[in-house]
């Protein structure tokens, strides 16, 4: 049958759509007849102009050429835009007493030494006040997980990453911890700061733009996982914060926010551990739920999206 030649736009999204229509994949198919629809009634529904679609072109090449090993400006973007938190939703739904989970955002780096309980990630960070973040790791009954691996992150006292500070040379603030057989584990850090998200790309942009504000309230990244749970990634955060309720990327969830609590005398933790006061103790348990079937963690993407960026 011959294509008509005076097309409307309703007759080439059709088209389009008839064109996937057939894709094998039924999982694809779906996926690619939702993106061909929605994304045709955005366009039509904005009435994008010529000189906005090549706009559009060259955010998404400029922050394509910004990616790297150290840098994810497409996870920016996903936080920013709250799809992350959507996807998040999503995929964790946990009404079973397991921790929430949280943006997994763009700051994870491979390779994170694993350290003695009481490590410290922080021992760099002159100026911040000395934290440790202690709690147990347990099952849905509160039984304690041994063994189980916590991999954590968290931006330095003056709001940057390791990655950002171009006075660094190495990993900085990062670290994996075991939990004992009681299901315990004891993390030695600073004080989390709340810090501006990266505004040097389109993202950044965007966001003054459209009058928002980059701030993230003070928080500390985690993956947990043990053999037979299903791994959480998430963070913890601190409740006096000021970004609590208008976090840039919309990762704040009740469950994860808890206190962080000022020493002005020592106890026999800190004392064993060399710190002297003023120090903070917060304490969390993270509760996992058993794993249901083989699936890909984040830490295996975060794999393939670092070999990506290195190769670039
Ligand atoms: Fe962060």
Redesign the pocket.
Known sequence: MPVPRNKTEDDITAEVLQRFAETPDPRLRQIMLGLVKHLHAFVKEVELTEPEWFQAIEILTEAGRMCSDKRQEFILFSDTLGVSMVVDLLSHRKPDGATESTVF?P?HRLGAPELPAGGNIAHLDKTGTPTLVGGRVLDLDGKPIAGALLDV???QSSGL?DSQDAGLDGLHMRGKFRTDAEGRFLVRTVRPVN?PIPSDGPVGRMLRATGRHPW?PA?I?FVVSADGYEPVTT?IFDRTDEYLGSDAVFAVKDSLVCDFVRHDGTTSEAARLDIAPPFLTADFDFHLKPATGQRATVLDAQQRLAALGAAG
Request: charged content about 10%; proline content about 0%; cysteine-free.
């Open positions: 955002g700051f992150w968290q931006a990453y810090y993230r928080h990244h963070h």
